[in-house]
Each structure stands twice: as C-alpha cells, then as structure tokens.
T-cell receptor
Framework: AQSVTQLDSHVSVSEGTPVLLRCNYSSSYSPSLFWYVQHPNKGLQLLLKYTSAATLVKGINGFEAEFKKSETSFHLTKPSAHMSDAAEYFCVVSYTGGFKTIFGAGTRLFVKA | DVKVTQSSRYLVKRTGEKVFLECVQDMDHENMFWYRQDPGLGLRLIYFSYDVKMKEKGDIPEGYSVSREKKERFSLILESASTNQTSMYLC?????????????FGEGSWLTVV
C-alpha cells in the first residue's frame, strides 16, 4: 500500500540555521513526489517536485529536496531559515497521473528570531 | 503563471442552506479536485473530475455534489449545509501529460455553517 509519513509534526529552528523536514514514503511504483507550503489562511503552494529526473531537486525560496530510493525518503532542506519560512509543509506522493494523491499529515515549521 | 481561483474566500451560511463553492482554472487542465482540510484530519478528497461533465467520488463525498459544465470551472455544492461541513475547502487542478501531474491549488474557501 502507498503511504506518506512526515516524521515530525513540529520543527522549531532559529533564524539563519538549517531546516530539515523529513518525509518517507512507501510505494510499489515510481511515484511523483512533491513538497507544498501552506501559510496561514492560504492554499497550498508548490515548493518543488520530483518526477524521476535528477534526484536532487531545487525549488523556490532556497528549498531543495533529495530523492533517495534506497531509503524511500524525500527530505526537504534549506541552508538558512528565514522568518517568512514559518508555515506548514506537506509532503505529497502522486501516482497514476495525479488521480491517486496521498498527502502527508504536515509539518509545522516555527522560526525563532 | 498557473492560476486556480476560488471566488469566495470566506462564507457564513445557515444550516439547511444550499451552498455553492466556485472554482476556475486558467491552465486548460483536464483534472480538477475538491478537498476539505480540517485540523488533525489533513486534506481529504471530496470529488474529482477528469473531463467536462465527468465526476468521480473521492474519500468523503457524502453531503456534497459537484458540477463541471465547462473545462475551466468546477463547482462544489452542499445541498443542505450542516455544521459538520464547517471547514476550509481547497480546489485544485492538474494536467496528465507524460510525467507532468503537478497539482495546483487555489487559495481556499473558509466555510462556516451556523
């Protein structure tokens, strides 16, 4: 069965320090993997996506993620957190042309001044 | 730029009212979706459509219906609103073209049923 697990429900970092948001998936197929960000009272904005090209994917706002098939992971990183990064982040797995989409439970990122 | 527009951002409706949530996308996408998002429950798929006049039930279709008369527009209908339908509703669209299946979301519609 397909599933997505975001390993941390909350992550707190200080401004200027690295960010790591962890995501593991299980799949019998080669999925498409995405990270979305949701700021308060807003929709989900696409940060980056992996669709079987390069395993290191660069996204917007300095975020990147590395697809590791052996570990079935797709962790999101950023070298230096900014206050504006405080939001909720969703790891998403999609199969069969987007008709089967599984959302992680979300990780809320707090950034301390 | 990709654009999914939900015309109503905040609504307050009374129990038993009929509610329409409208969504328009300007990307000529074939697929459109309605989700609801609740604290602790995440995003849950209500309905989706892969073509004009076509619709498929998602995980929680009870109490909802949808309409897709034009490719760019996908409406969610609450025939008789109830308080347990108070939620944030998200519309989304996607294109199925080879490996491209990115889902694009609207800004969300906050519905309160009193």
């Amino acid at each position: 069965a397909q599933s997505v697990t975001q390993l941390d429900s909350h992550v707190s970092v200080s401004e200027g320090t690295p960010v790591l948001l962890r995501c593991n998936y299980s799949s019998s197929y080669s999925p498409s993997l995405f990270w979305y960000v949701q700021h308060p009272n807003k929709g989900l904005q696409l940060l980056l996506k992996y669709t079987s090209a390069a395993t290191l994917v660069k996204g917007i706002n300095g975020f990147e993620a590395e697809f590791k098939k052996s570990e079935t992971s797709f962790h999101l990183t950023k070298p230096s957190a900014h206050m504006s990064d405080a939001a909720e982040y969703f790891c998403v797995v999609s199969y069969t042309g987007g008709f089967k989409t599984i959302f992680g439970a979300g990780t809320r990122l707090f950034v301390k001044a | 730029d990709v654009k999914v527009t939900q015309s109503s951002r905040y609504l307050v409706k009374r129990t038993g009212e009929k509610v329409f949530l409208e969504c328009v996308q300007d990307m000529d996408h074939e697929n459109m979706f309605w989700y609801r998002q609740d604290p602790g429950l995440g995003l849950r798929l209500i309905y989706f459509s892969y073509d004009v006049k076509m619709k498929e039930k998602g995980d929680i279709p009870e109490g909802y219906s949808v309409s897709r008369e034009k490719k760019e527009r996908f409406s969610l209908i609450l025939e008789s609103a109830s308080t347990n339908q108070t939620s944030m509703y998200l519309c989304a669209s996607s294109q199925t073209l080879g490996l491209e299946n990115t889902i694009y979301f609207g800004e969300g519609s906050w519905l309160t049923v009193v």
